[in-house]
Structures are given as C-alpha cells and as structure tokens.
C-alpha cells in the first residue's frame, strides 16, 4: 500500500512540472507583464522598475526564470504577489481554506441528500417518486452551475434571507465565537447549493443503478430465501454492496469540487482560490496563477489517489499493487 | 441508409422526437436570425433602458404593442400608457443584411414601423438593445461552437486514439502519458491560462474560433483514450488480420474496418459532449474571456446581468440567455440519452 501511495506521488512531480511549464509558457506569450500598469503610472522611478525587473527576471526569457522560479519553489519559496503585496504562500494558504470549506460542505450536502433518495428511487423502482426523483435529477444535472448561482443572488436580493456575497460579514472581527460560526454558515448556504445540487443528481443515479444491480445479485435471492426480513436484506447485503462503488468516487467527486467550484466562487464572490486564480489571471499576477495552478493538480491527484486507497479499503478483491 | 433508419426511430419515440424537435428549431433560429430578430444586435436605445418585455395585444384589425413612458428613471420603472399603442407588422422592412452573403434583403418576421415605437419581447438591456434579438443572434455562437468544437475533437481523437491503439509500441505509450497529462490538469484553470496566452493575438471576430480550437484542444484527451480501448478490441478481430495480411496500409484498414465500428458510440459521445461546449463557452464568455461585445452569445449576455441593480430591481427578462442554455444542454442530453438506448444499450456503463 504505502509503496502503491509512494508511486503515485512521484507520477505528480512530472505532472507539476510539466503544468508549470506551460502555464510559464502561456504567460509568456500574453504581452505584458504584471510590471505593465506600473510602467503605465508617471510617478514611479524607472529606477525602481528595473530593480524589480532584475529581482524577479522579468528581462530573460521565459525559461531562465522558469528556472529561478522553480529553484525558488524547491527552496519552500513561493513567490511574491504583486497585486495582493503578500507572500503567495501565505495567500494561498488563506484562500485554500475557504474553498476547502465550502467543497466540504457541499459535498456533506449531496451525499446527505442523494444517498437515501437513490435508494427509496431503486426501491420504489418505476413508482411516481422514482420518476419525479429522475426527472428531477435530469434537470439538476442540465443547469449550468454558475447560472444556478445567478439565479440564487437574484432570489437573495429579492427576498433579503441571504448575503449577496463574500464568506463573512463585515463586522465579523468583532463578533463573538458563536456569532462568527452562524455567521460563516450563513454565507456558505448559497455556495453550498448551488454547487451541490449537481452532484447531488450524479450521486442519486450512480447509488440507483447500484443498488438496482445488487437486488438482483443471487446472494440477495438466498438472503430472501432463508427469510431474512426485507429491511434486513435491503440495509445490511443490498446497501452496503451497492455503495461500494460510490466510495470510490468519494475521491473524484473531491477532486472534481475543487476545481469545480471556480465559477461559483467568482458569481457568489467566495473568496475562495477559484475567485483568486481567476482574479490574478486577469491581472497577470504570475506567481499565484503558478501556485493555484500547482494547488489545483495537487489536489486532483490527491482526490485520485484518495478514490484509490478508499476502493481497495472497501473492497478487499481489489489490490493496488498486483495492478499492473 | 443506416443513420437515415436511426433518425427514424430517434423521430418515433416521444423523448427522442421531442429534443430533436426542439434542437432542430433552435438551430433554424440561429440560421434565420436575420430574419426572426426585429432589430440587430447593437442597436442601442438610450432612452429606453431595462425595459421591461411589452405587451402584444389585438386592436384595430391587427397586432399592436402596448405603449409604455418612463416612470422613475432611477429605478427604471416603466408602466403602459393606456390607449396608445402602435402596430407590429410582420413581414416588414427592417434593416437590411444578407442572405448566404449573396442576396441583400430587408425582411423581418415582425418590426415596428412607427419610429416611436419599439417592440421588445423579453425586454431591453443596459443600453437599451431588445434582449430577444441579441438571444437569437447569440445562438449563432452559443450553439455552433457545440458542433465545430466537437468535430474537432472527433477527429483528433480518432486519429490518436485510433493510431495509438492500432500501432501500439512506443507511439501508444507517449501518447497514452500526454492524455493523461492533458486528463490531469484542471480543465477550466488551463483554459483561462490559454485564453489570456492566445486573446491579445486575435482580433474580436475571431475570437469564436479561438475558443471552439481552445475547448477542442481540452476535450480531445477523454475520447482519445477510449477510442483506443475500442480499437485495441477491434485490432483482434480477425478480419482486420486478414487485411493486414493482404497488405492494406494502416490507415485504410483505420478507415475501413476499424472507424465504421466506432462510429456508433462516437455518435452517442458526440451528442453527449456537446452540452460540455455548449457550457464552456458560456463560461468562458460568461467571465468576460470569451466571445466580446459587440458580437452577441449567450454567456456574455448573462455576465451583463451579473448586476446588483438588474438583482435588486427584479430584472428577470435580462436571464432568459441562462434558460436558453439550460433548454439546449437538456435537449442533447435527453437526445444523447435516447440514441445510446437505439445503438447499444450495453454502452450505459462506458458512457
């Protein structure tokens, strides 16, 4: 296992190498740098420009400096934002757990929801509930995440019952513990919705087409033929076969929230690192574009990896190492 | 005379007969557009801005649109005057564009003639413009770069997956490490990084194929890689040794025996997918990187009502482009749905 786990961290390095460098490529190639609205003020010294220049290596190609950077990342250097005047790493650090907040609540959210209502659908198999349940799920699925969240600010500032934005209020530093709490979860409920509701639907037709092919596995038939009760050998041999498979996308469906919820984030002004990488990209703020690209892969792969570990856990046929 | 039998059965059952009914007219909007919209996409009315969709109504021996005067320009509240109203004529002159860039022609569907009048089905925006005309023209863009995009994709994952697959070796396994480079990158995170690197490099106009070659060059890794699983499987079969034996080059055996047993799940996966396009170039326009004024699409439409006025003063009209987008990605997935039952049922699970 831990030799299984080892391997697949190294596939990363290439990866993040390979990621770097293009994004360094592509950057490059954009005209301009993150220097350029400064040049275009009259009041800094060129002196001061070119100091900057030469510290960051902004006058080599862009391969030099891929160079220094990536001897700067090795060294645990980040990098500097420009836009934000603060260390990427701290930037990041900050942003990362925001979102890594609000994809932890989504994602409680929809297995919450869509767990028992892809059983009841498979149980009521063809009853108006199942159909309702897939229509439903149809048109879950069909909606663009980012025109939910407009359609949820719009339903906000109509009604009033929920903050059009951000992650806290503005006085939250001067609220108690309790106050603050209430106040983080009342921000995260748009959020949480609307990039939950698309799972939800993928899980509940996954968990449903699941738990239709266990009832008809033959250890159902003998759990019913030696009169079993039928709660009994629905929960304990139908359901916990069924959801095997979901565990793996435990994994995925982690990854997936990371990165899926840019466009949520920039709609609902989340200041999560969707919202960051979006922000620095327009502003050509290089080295946190580098550094949330890196988070973004990073992350994937963990999810990947996770989805892995967790499948060979629940199910001990499966073996990680004898794979290949 | 295959596809002409699936079309068939996709026509003779409700859903399929549903969805293809409703993407088929959406894509004749698209191509009419000249003809449905009453005013092109740029015309600005100042003096009329977020107003809300006008009122048809019957009188004199014909279809009038209701009057309506500024109430509260602050707020933008506009309410009908009562008994005036001025005369839609349909069939009437408009301004004038070009049929297949050949023929010039001045006909629209429905206009207002009477200079003071303006009839605006689902509303007007920030500046005025009528909502209706630019959601038809921005069908053009929404629902093209779908099918552009896909046959870009189509194509270099066929040849990718195909080749790889066919030939195997050392050619399979470089290209199976860039798939999965290209499957391990964050798919929107890279497309923003493209787009700020290609952009200054294009003009506006051109944008729209920058963007249908920037979702292609993302998509194409996903069906490369089960393209060549397909073809691994179809490799074996023994009438693709029996043309190698009687010396067919590669590639005509690609095209001969191994693409025609593709071509149903690539029907189905192309269906399938270009809701993804759909939705990507939405995105993309929707933060502002993508299709720019003063061309019209349907993410761009919804960016401008990402508004604190248009969310505070109930400017519902100004979301139809989002409706218009969630009709399409349910019709082809509905479609999509219904083509993979007809061709193969077992393809549920790859899919």
């Avoid at chain 1, 831990?2 to 990866?15: G, M, N, S, V, W």
């Avoid at chain 1, 498979?122 to 009853?127: C, I, M």
């Avoid at chain 2, 602050?74 to 070009?98: D, M, N, V």
């Avoid at chain 2, 071509?263 to 396009?277: D, E, N």
Wanted: proline share 4%; hydrophobic share 55%; charged share 15%.
């Amino acid at each position: 296992m831990i030799a299984f786990i080892l391997r697949r961290l190294l596939t990363l390095i290439p990866l993040l190498l390979g990621i770097t460098m293009l994004v360094f490529i592509l950057m490059s190639l954009a005209p301009g740098d993150f220097l350029t609205p400064v040049k275009a003020q009259r009041d800094v010294p060129q002196e001061l420009i070119q100091a900057i220049e030469i510290e960051f290596g902004l006058d080599q190609p862009w391969y030099v400096q891929y160079y220094k950077w990536l001897g700067n990342v090795l060294q645990g250097n980040l990098g500097h934002s420009w836009a934000y005047k603060l260390p990427v790493a701290d930037l990041i650090g900050q942003r990362l757990w925001t979102t890594f907040l609000l994809s932890l609540c989504a994602f409680v959210f929809s297995w919450v929801i869509a767990i028992p209502l892809g059983v009841l659908a498979a149980v009521y198999k063809d009853s108006i509930f199942d159909r309702i349940v897939a229509a439903l799920a149809y048109t879950a699925l069909s909606i663009p995440e980012f025109f939910l969240a407009l359609v949820l600010v719009f339903f906000a500032a109509q009604t009033g019952w929920f903050p059009l934005g951000g992650a806290t209020s503005l006085d939250y530093e001067f609220m108690g513990l309790w106050a603050q709490l209430l106040d983080r979860a009342h921000h995260l409920i748009l959020p949480t919705v609307a990039l939950g509701i698309g799972s939800i639907a993928s899980i509940m037709r996954i968990m449903r087409a699941n738990f239709l092919d266990t009832i008809a596995a033959e250890f159902v038939t003998t759990a019913r033929a030696k009169g079993l009760g039928e709660a009994s050998v629905m929960f304990k041999h139908v359901l916990r076969n069924a959801i095997n498979p979901l565990i793996s996308s435990f994994g995925f469906a982690f990854s997936g929230l990371l990165s899926g919820a840019l466009m949520v984030e920039i709609v609902l002004q989340y200041p999560g690192l969707g919202q960051l990488m979006y922000q620095s990209i327009l502003r050509e703020d290089q080295f946190v574009v580098l550094a949330s690209v890196m988070m973004g892969c990073f992350m994937l792969v963990l999810g990947n990896l996770l989805a892995d570990i967790l499948l060979a856990r629940s199910d001990p046929r499966i073996r990680l190492e004898g794979k290949r | 005379m295959q596809l002409w039998n699936l079309l068939k059965q996709v026509f003779s059952r409700p859903l399929g007969c549903i969805s293809a009914t409703v993407l088929l007219s959406l894509y004749a909007a698209a191509v009419c557009a000249n003809f449905l919209a009453p005013y092109s996409t740029n015309e600005q009315d100042l003096t009329r801005t977020y107003h809300p969709p006008t009122q048809i109504i019957w009188g004199e021996g014909g279809l009038r649109v209701q009057a309506y005067a500024l109430v509260d320009p602050t707020e933008a509240r506009y309410a009908p005057i009562a008994g005036q109203s001025y005369p839609l004529k349909l069939w009437s002159r408009g301004f004038e564009y070009k049929i297949l860039g050949l023929f010039t022609s001045d006909r629209h569907l429905f206009t207002v003639a009477d200079p003071g009048g303006r009839v605006y089905l689902l509303g007007s925006d920030s500046t005025g413009r009528d909502v209706f005309s630019r959601l038809v023209f921005g069908a053009r863009v929404s629902l093209f770069i779908g099918l552009l995009g896909i046959s870009i994709t189509t194509i270099i994952g066929f040849l990718v997956g195909g080749l790889s697959g066919y030939f195997g070796g050392r050619l399979d396994f470089w290209a199976m490490r860039v798939v999965e480079f290209m499957m391990a990158m964050p798919g929107l995170y890279l497309l923003l990084a493209l787009r700020s690197a290609l952009a200054p490099h294009f003009a506006s106009d051109q944008m729209f194929f920058v963007i249908v070659v920037m979702l292609a060059l993302i998509g194409w890794a996903g069906t490369a890689r089960v393209l060549r699983g397909m073809t691994l499987a179809i490799r074996q079969n023994q009438y693709v040794m029996a043309a190698e034996s009687m010396g067919q080059h590669p590639l005509v055996i690609l095209r001969k025996h191994v693409l025609p047993n593709l071509l149903s799940y690539l029907l189905v996966a192309a269906t399938l997918s270009i809701p993804g396009y759909v939705l990507g170039e939405a995105a993309l326009s929707f933060l502002g990187l993508g299709i720019q004024e003063p061309s019209a699409s349907w993410g761009l439409m919804l960016s401008q009502a990402q508004d604190v006025k248009v969310f505070y003063l109930n400017f519902w009209w100004l979301l139809t482009p989002g409706a218009a987008i969630f009709i399409t990605v349910i019709a082809y997935n509905v479609l999509g749905d219904v083509l993979r039952d007809l061709v193969d049922p077992k393809l549920k699970k790859r899919i």
